[in-house]
C-alpha cells in the first residue's frame, strides 16, 4: 500500500519533469559547452589531479564566476593554503577578492589542521566541520561550496572513519542544496589517494598536466557525470593572467559558412592561377617551400594588399621580428610602415617556445576579438610545431582554423613543408589536409643557378591553373612570369631575361615558344 | 538522554586553584559522546583524584565554539593545564593510550 503511494508520487514527479537534472553553470570558456551545461546542480562533483594541475584555481573560479556572472554567493574552504595567502594568490591573478568579501558574497575558511593534529582513541564524528561548513553557507547564503582538498584531512586522520563520515558529509551537502567542488589528489590504486570516487559518485574531472618535448600542457577530462551526456575527449586547457579556458573541438566546426566571396591574393599574376578571382572570403591558405624561396614575401604581400583595401590584417611573426619584416619588405617594394601607423595591420610577435600553442592561440584570439581582422597571417607555423608533438599541434591548428572559419577571417600561414618532407614526416601532409589552398614554392636549381618557381598544388572548390610559373622577387615586388622555352629548353632566370634581350634586339619573338607548360613537364 | 553537560561538569572547588584542567568539546548528547565523557571521567577520576576540573561544551549548543578552537572532529578532549596543550578525539576507549599521551602512569 504504502509503496503504491510512493510510486504515484513519483509518477507525478516524473509527469511534472521535475526529474530533469539541472546544471550549475560554471562560467568557464568551453567547460560548460563539454558537460552541456555545467556541474551537477546541488551535488558534489569531484576534481581530482595531480599536484600543480590547477584544481585550486578552477574551484576558485566557478565560485567567482558564481558570484560575478550568475549571483550566486560561495564558500571556499581551504585546509590546504592560509586564507590570506588564498587571498594573495587568487587577486594576482586578477580577481578583487576583497570587494567580493565585502560584498558578503563569498567566505573563505582556512581550517587549520596542523594544529588539529590530534591524537584518535577510538572513533568519533566529523561534525565539528559541519558546523564550521554550516555557519559559513549560512553566513553568505552560498549555493556554491569548495572544499579544497580533502586530502589534507585524510593524512592525519583515521581513513575508515574519516569515509564513513564523508559520505554523511557529501549526502548533507546534498541536502544543504548546495552545489559543491571536492578536490583531490591523484592516486596510484585508486583515482584518488583515498579511494574519494566511491563517495562522489555523481561528477568526477580529472586535471592533468603533461609535458612532450619539454613544454607542458594542462588537460582536462570528465570522466563521469551521471544522469548527463558529456564529452569524453581530453580537452587541453589554459590559465592565463585572468581566466581558465577550455579548448573543446565540439563547439565549433559544424556551424561555418561557407562564403562565396572571393579575397584577392594581391599578386595578380596569382589571381590569374586562381580562376581569376583569387582565394575564396575565410579560407584557410598553405604556403610551403623551402628556406629562401619567398614565403614571407607571399604573405607580406598578401597583408599589404588587405591593408591597401581599406581592411584589417593581423602578422603573426614567430620568425622575424616586426621592424625586421617591416625593413625587409620595403626591399621588395612593400611599404607596410603606413598600414601599422594606421592601425590596419597588427603585429604578434612571439618566440614560439615562450608559452605552449594554447597560450599562443588565445593570445592571438584575444587580438581578434578586438581587431576584428579580415585576415590574418601566420609566419611560420613550422616553428610552432617544434614547440609540442607534431599530433597536438595538429589538433590546435585544426581548432584554431575551424575559430577562424567561423568568424570568416582567411588566414594564410608559411610552412616549411616540401614533398620531400612529407614522406619523411607524415604528419606535415596532416596539415595540408586542413587547408583549402595549398601554393607551393620551390626552388629549381638549373645550370648553375637557382631560381623560385610557383605553383598551386591544391585550392578547393575552384578551377585553378596547374602550371609552373617562375616566381620573381624584385625590388618592385613579387612577379609570377609564364615559364618559356626554346629549342634548348626552358628559360629561367637569367636565361630568360638574356632571351628577352635577344628577342628585343631582333625585334620578334618568332625564336621564343611561350608555353605553358603543363602539370609539372618541367625538365 | 542525559544531559551530559549537567552529569559530567565537574569543577572541584575544594582547592583554590585546580591543577589539571581539561575541556571535552562533544556534538549533542549522542551515544558517542556519552561514551567518551564517561572513559575521560573515569581515567581522571582515579589518577588526579579531586585535583582535576572537566568542562564540557557542546558545540551545537554554542557553535561559535568552533572556530574559536578550530574543532573538526568531536569528541575533543584538549588538557588546558599544565601546558602544552594536548588534543584528543574520538571516544577515549582505549584507556592505555589516553594514558601514554597524557603521561599517566
Keep these: 500500500m504504502e509503496r503504491k503511494i510512493q510510486n504515484k508520487a513519483v509518477d507525478q514527479k516524473r509527469s511534472s519533469g521535475d526529474y530533469k537534472l539541472l546544471k550549475s553553470p560554471t562560467g568557464i570558456k568551453g567547460f560548460d559547452d563539454i558537460t552541456f551545461g555545467g556541474l551537477p546542480l546541488n551535488r558534489p562533483t569531484l576534481l581530482v589531479g595531480s599536484i600543480g594541475s590547477g584544481k585550486t584555481f578552477l574551484a576558485m573560479e566557478y565560485i567567482i564566476n558564481g558570484i560575478e556572472m550568475f549571483n550566486e554567493p560561495g564558500v571556499f574552504m581551504t585546509f590546504e593554503e592560509k586564507a590570506d595567502e588564498l587571498l594573495e594568490n587568487v587577486s594576482s591573478l586578477g580577481y578583487d577578492i576583497n570587494r567580493l568579501i565585502e560584498n558578503n558574497s563569498i567566505y573563505l575558511e582556512h581550517l587549520e589542521i596542523g594544529s588539529n593534529i590530534s591524537k584518535e582513541v577510538g572513533t568519533y564524528k566529523i561534525d565539528g566541520l559541519f558546523l564550521r561548513l554550516e555557519q559559513a553557507i549560512d553566513k553568505v547564503n552560498a549555493k556554491r561550496v569548495v572544499l579544497d582538498s580533502l586530502d589534507t584531512l585524510f593524512a592525519s586522520l583515521d581513513r575508515h572513519i574519516l569515509r564513513s563520515e564523508f559520505k554523511r558529509l557529501f549526502s548533507w551537502l546534498k541536502e544543504k542544496k548546495v552545489t559543491a567542488i571536492v578536490t583531490a589528489e591523484l592516486g596510484d590504486v585508486f583515482l584518488t589517494r583515498m579511494g574519494l570516487e566511491e563517495l562522489i559518485a555523481d561528477c568526477v574531472i580529472e586535471l592533468s598536466n603533461r609535458i612532450t618535448n619539454q613544454i607542458s600542457t594542462r588537460r582536462l577530462r570528465v570522466l563521469k557525470f551521471r544522469g548527463s551526456p558529456h564529452a569524453l575527449n581530453e580537452y587541453p586547457f589554459t590559465i ?4 581558465l579556458t577550455v579548448f573543446p573541438l565540439i563547439s565549433q566546426g559544424l556551424q561555418q559558412k561557407s562564403s562565396t566571396e572571393r579575397i584577392s591574393s594581391g599578386i595578380k599574376k596569382l589571381d590569374e592561377m586562381l580562376d581569376n578571382k583569387g582565394f575564396y ?19 607580406a604581400s598578401f597583408a599589404n594588399d588587405v591593408c591597401n583595401n581599406n581592411q584589417t590584417c593581423l602578422f603573426c611573426a614567430f620568425e622575424e621580428a616586426p621592424n625586421q619584416i617591416i625593413r625587409n619588405m620595403s626591399s621588395i617594394g612593400l611599404n607596410l610602415q603606413p598600414h601599422v601607423a594606421l ?7 612571439a618566440r614560439p617556445s615562450l608559452q605552449n600553442l594554447e597560450l599562443h592561440f588565445m593570445a592571438i584570439k584575444e587580438i581578434i576579438k578586438s581587431l576584428k581582422p579580415q585576415v590574418i597571417v601566420l609566419d611560420p607555423i613550422t616553428n610552432l610545431m617544434t614547440e609540442g608533438p607534431n599530433s597536438d599541434v595538429r589538433s590546435m591548428l585544426t581548432r584554431f582554423i575551424d575559430y577562424l572559419k567561423t568568424k570568416q577571417v582567411t588566414v594564410m600561414f608559411s610552412a616549411a613543408i616540401t614533398i620531400g618532407s612529407i614522406s619523411q614526416n607524415p604528419s606535415d601532409e596532416g596539415i595540408s589536409s586542413m587547408v583549402d589552398t595549398w601554393i607551393m614554392v620551390e626552388d629549381l636549381e638549373l645550370e648553375g643557378e637557382r631560381n623560385r618557381s610557383m605553383y598551386v598544388m591544391k585550392s578547393r572548390g575552384m578551377d585553378h591553373s596547374k602550371e609552373v610559373r617562375e616566381f620573381v622577387i624584385s625590388s618592385t615586388g613579387i612577379n609570377l612570369i609564364p615559364i618559356k622555352r626554346n629549342k634548348q629548353g626552358i628559360l629561367i632566370g637569367s636565361k630568360r631575361v638574356a632571351a628577352e634581350k635577344e628577342s628585343k634586339q631582333n625585334g620578334s619573338a618568332e625564336n621564343i615558344q611561350h608555353q605553358f607548360s603543363k602539370d609539372g613537364d618541367v625538365k | 538522554m542525559i544531559n551530559l553537560q549537567k552529569v559530567f561538569n565537574i569543577n572541584n572547588r575544594k582547592r583554590e586553584k585546580n591543577e589539571f584542567i581539561f575541556e571535552l568539546y562533544f556534538a549533542g548528547d549522542t551515544p558517542i559522546s556519552l561514551k567518551a565523557a564517561n572513559n575521560a571521567k573515569a581515567i581522571f577520576d582515579r589518577h588526579y583524584k579531586n585535583n582535576y576540573a572537566l568542562h564540557l561544551f557542546d558545540i551545537y549548543k554554542n557553535p561559535a565554539l568552533v572556530e574559536r578552537e578550530n574543532i573538526i572532529a568531536v569528541p575533543l578532549l584538549v588538557r588546558k593545564s599544565p601546558l602544552p596543550e594536548i588534543r584528543m578525539i574520538g571516544d577515549f576507549s582505549d584507556i592505555q593510550k589516553v594514558k601514554n599521551e597524557f603521561l599517566i602512569r
Design chain 1, 240 to 243: 592565463d593572467e585572468n581566466r
Design chain 1, 343 to 349: 592601425n590596419k595591420l597588427q603585429f604578434y610577435f
Design chain 1, 281 to 299: 572570403l575565410g579560407s584557410s591558405i598553405l604556403v610551403s617551400g623551402t628556406a629562401g624561396t619567398g614565403k614571407s614575401s607571399l604573405l
